[in-house]
C-alpha cells in the first residue's frame, strides 16, 4: 500500500490531463499480452493485421514496454518513455519533442527492458530517442489516430464528471469514486500496490490525474523524481469504449447534411475504409469518396493511411454533431 501524503497545497495543485503518448505505451502492453479480461479486443484486432501489413520496426518501441509476469518488476514502465504531461491536452508532437530532448542522467530504468536497447540509448542519446519518436509516431497513425476522437470523447467525459464532483463535494468526493485501489482519508490518498509500500510526500508540487483508456483494471502511479506526481486511471464507462449500436440515421442529421453524408457520419463508428462504407451503405465507391472529402472538409471526419488502405475516422467535431442529432439537444463541450 502507499500512502501518497496531500497538504492543502497539493490539493490545491490537483488537476487533470490527457496524454496521447501514455495512451500508446499503454496500448502496446495491451497489444503485448495485459488485456486478460479482452476488454480490448475488438480495437486489437483490427490493429494487429494492420501494424503486421505495414512492415514496421516497433523494437525500438517494444522492447521498452514490459508486461506483467511473475516478476514484480516487469509491469513497470521506463518513466523517460512517457513523461507526465504539463498540460490539459498536448498533442503528440509536443509530448514527442519531450521524449527527443530527454536529457541522458534520466536513461535509466528498473524495468525489464532487454539491457542491448538501454545501452543503445545510452550510447548515442540524439540519435536513438529521435529513432524511439519516429516509430511512437508512426505506431500512433496506424493503431491510435483512427481511434482517437472515439478515445478522447470517453476521457473528456470522464474529466468533467470528475470536475463535477470536485465541486459538489471537495477532494474526499472527488477521489471516492476514482477506482477500487484508490481510497481517501484524513488527508491522506491509498493505493493499492504489489510491490511497494509506504508514505510518499508531494511537497507541494500536486498531484496529476490521467484518464486512461488502456489501463483497467490497473492504476498506474508516478511518484518519483523529477516527474510531476501522477495517477494513470481507467476512466468510467471503460467498458463500453468498443461497443456499437446499430447504425441508426438521424432525420435531424440528414435534413441539415443530405441523407448520403449522415448515414455515411453515422456509420462512423468504428474507422473504415472506402471499399467498407460502399458495401454497409449500398452508395458506390465513387459516391463514398465524393461525400466524405465533404465531411472531411467540413471538418466531420479524417483520413488515416494505413498502409496501402485509408481508413476514414469520425473526428471531434463529427462525435458531437452525431451526438446532438441523436439527443436532440447539443451536448456540453466544455473541457474541465
Avoid at 518488476?73 to 530532448?101: I, N, Q
Wanted: aromatic content about 6%; charged content about 20%; some cysteine.
Amino acid at each position: 500500500m502507499i500512502e501518497i501524503e496531500l497538504g492543502l497545497e497539493d490539493v490545491a495543485r490537483t488537476r487533470f490531463a490527457i496524454s496521447p503518448l501514455w495512451e500508446v505505451v499503454a496500448s502496446v502492453r495491451v497489444l503485448k499480452g495485459a488485456d486478460e479480461h479482452s476488454l480490448h479486443r475488438t480495437w486489437a484486432e483490427q490493429v494487429r493485421p494492420r501494424l503486421a501489413t505495414a512492415g514496421l520496426d516497433l523494437r525500438p518501441l517494444f522492447d521498452l514496454v514490459p508486461v506483467p509476469t511473475r516478476s514484480p518488476w516487469a509491469g513497470r514502465v521506463p518513466g523517460f518513455l512517457c513523461p507526465p504531461p504539463t498540460t490539459p491536452l498536448p498533442s503528440l508532437d509536443v509530448e514527442l519533442a519531450t521524449v527527443r530532448a530527454t536529457p541522458s542522467a534520466l536513461l535509466h530504468t528498473t524495468a525489464e527492458v532487454p539491457p542491448a536497447r538501454m545501452a543503445a540509448l545510452r550510447a548515442d542519446p540524439a540519435a536513438e530517442l529521435g529513432r524511439l519518436a519516429d516509430v511512437l509516431e508512426a505506431y500512433w497513425e496506424l493503431a491510435l489516430a483512427p481511434y482517437w476522437s472515439r478515445i478522447l470523447t470517453l476521457l473528456e467525459g470522464d474529466i468533467r464528471y470528475r470536475a463535477g464532483r470536485l465541486v459538489e463535494g471537495g477532494a474526499q468526493h472527488l477521489f471516492a469514486d476514482l477506482d477500487a485501489q484508490v481510497t481517501w482519508a484524513a488527508g491522506t490518498l491509498h493505493l493499492e500496490h504489489r510491490t511497494v509500500r509506504g508514505a510518499r510526500r508531494l511537497d507541494g508540487r500536486g498531484l496529476l490525474l490521467v484518464p486512461s483508456a488502456f489501463v483497467w483494471p490497473r492504476v498506474f502511479s508516478v511518484l518519483n523524481e523529477p516527474w510531476q506526481p501522477s495517477l494513470r486511471y481507467p476512466p468510467r464507462a471503460v467498458g463500453t469504449l468498443w461497443h456499437t449500436q446499430p447504425a441508426t440515421v438521424s432525420e435531424a442529421l440528414a435534413g441539415v447534411l443530405g441523407r448520403s453524408r449522415a448515414t455515411l457520419l453515422t456509420e462512423l463508428t468504428a474507422p473504415a475504409s472506402t471499399t467498407d462504407l460502399a458495401r454497409r451503405t449500398g452508395l458506390t465507391p465513387g459516391g463514398v469518396s465524393q461525400h466524405l472529402t465533404a465531411l472531411r472538409t467540413a471538418g466531420l471526419a479524417s483520413a488515416h493511411r494505413a498502409g496501402r488502405e485509408v481508413l476514414y475516422a469520425r473526428t471531434r467535431a463529427g462525435e458531437i454533431v452525431v451526438e446532438a442529432a441523436g439527443s436532440g439537444s447539443p451536448p456540453s463541450t466544455t473541457r474541465a
